[in-house]
């Protein structure tokens, strides 16, 4: 059974722990269908929190390394979402 599997991403202070999710990002890219990330209070002001949504393909080892890369990151929390198509 196919599966579609997303998983969301808080970052608690996106200053401090941006650069370094960013580089996971890049790093893991080929695993990554699709990235939806928003931060604005209002148009005018950004927020220091943030979140990301990540539409994962590849292997379930693929996506929990990725996983597991973030879970290290200080300032990142997971959650996720699976769907069995």
Known sequence: ???LRIIGLLITDRIKE???TQKLLTQYAGIIRSRLGFHEVTEATCSRAGVILLQ???SPAEQAELEQ???AVRGVEIQQMRFEL
Do not use: I, N, S, V
Request: proline fraction near 0%; charged fraction near 25%.
């Open 1 to 3: 059974m196919k599966e």
């Open 18 to 20: 941006a650069g370094q």
């Open 56 to 58: 994962l393909q590849g």
């Open 69 to 71: 890369a973030l879970r």
